[in-house]
């Protein structure tokens, strides 16, 4: 690897991206129950950075003749930019694979199978024989589901609770990456945009409707305030500016700008001042939410609580495994019968 290339490659470019992303979880599990193992962190967000990184690996391989063609691309692609041999990319790739995903196996079950999702998806993702990225609709729907996991990966390294899991919040994050991400993947123009204009308001009728549940369920009103204002922000100025969205180039300074602030409102939450600051507006939202639900009628209420108890049937990702196993027993043991 050429030392100017150390710094800019397709791993190292996504480094901090990954990093966050999987920091958020671990992050809202502090928030939530305190404290997590340092081992157990640092030792899944090294199996985590390594599995992924297999994936810009696999995706230089597959899109090798058609990157070097690419004036922009070929500036930080491993093996179209001729930092590495496609041989070695092989070798490096499949290293990383193995690794990330040995080093899973030591942090739980439902951490490596997350991976091991993550892998899968991407796969349909860059595969030549699935190719899922050239397709938009696909693209939308795979990429949300994937980076869902992402964000999801730090919390369930360290917990399998799936009753106080910020649904709702991973979920807004997830759509908001996804969109952002068609945008540069298909260098979107106005007419594109029309022409796909129900994918684009579906998803971002999920993105609003998560985003508000997510304020309205969660303690952490002031760090998702500052989540909204603080990219539109940016890209307002950005807009401002006349700068070209899709080029690799910006979308990373805006990406690099945006990343710390996902952390760090967040972070906000442990200074006295803002911490109590948010838990007067959680307060305030709970109270306003109870004297409305006291106000519903009892058919609006009844199919709430009904899934409400279903959902609280299940505390943990193994109550749920149970679950399904208990299921499946009863429909082999009724097909014997």
């Known amino acids: ?68 063609k690419d004036p922009e691309k070929s500036k930080w692609k491993l093996i179209a930019g001729g930092m590495i041999s496609m ?57 949300t589901v994937i980076e869902f996991l992402k964000y999801s990966s730090g919390w369930f390294a360290l917990t399998s609770d799936i009753t106080k899991f910020p649904f709702w919040l991973i979920l807004t994050f997830s759509v908001v990456y996804s969109i952002s991400y068609l945008i540069y993947k298909f260098k979107f123009k106005g007419e594109i945009i029309k022409s796909n204009k129900k994918l684009f308001a579906s998803m971002g009728l999920v993105g609003l409707i998560s985003y508000i549940i997510s304020f309205f369920s969660y303690d952490f009103q002031i760090p998702i305030i500052i989540l909204l204002v603080f990219p539109a922000l940016v890209l307002f100025l950005f807009r401002q500016a006349d700068i070209d969205f899709h080029r690799i180039n910006n979308m990373i300074l805006i990406e690099y700008m945006l990343l710390p602030v996902v952390i760090l409102s967040f972070v906000l939450l442990t200074v006295p001042v803002i911490g109590q600051a948010n838990e007067k507006i959680a307060m305030t939202i709970d109270q306003q939410t109870a004297m409305i639900t006291e106000n519903m009628p009892s058919y609006v209420l009844k199919p709430i609580e009904n899934i409400t108890q279903s959902v609280e049937k299940y505390k943990t990702l193994d109550d749920l495994e149970k679950e399904i196993k208990n299921n499946i027993e009863d429909v082999m043991t009724a097909f014997k019968n």
Do not use: C
């Not at 958020?24 to 997590?36: A, D, R």
């Not at 997350?114 to 595969?127: D, G, K, T, V, Y």
């Open 87 to 143: 041989r070695t990319g092989k070798i490096l790739g499949l290293s990383l694979l193995v690794s990330g995903l040995t080093l899973s196996l030591y942090v739980n079950k439902w951490f490596f199978l997350i991976i091991l999702a993550m892998l899968f998806l991407n796969f349909l993702h860059s595969s030549p024989y699935t190719r899922f990225k050239v397709k938009m609709k696909r693209t939308a729907i795979n990429m």
């Open 1 to 68: 690897m050429r030392p100017k290339n150390l710094l800019f490659n397709s791993i190292t470019l996504s480094l901090p991206k990954n990093f966050v992303q999987f920091s958020l979880g671990v992050l809202l599990y502090w928030i939530t129950f305190g404290l997590p193992d340092v081992y157990t962190t640092l030792l899944s967000l090294l199996a985590f950075l390594l599995a992924y990184s297999s994936v810009y690996v696999y995706n230089d391989i597959v899109d090798f003749e058609e990157d070097r």
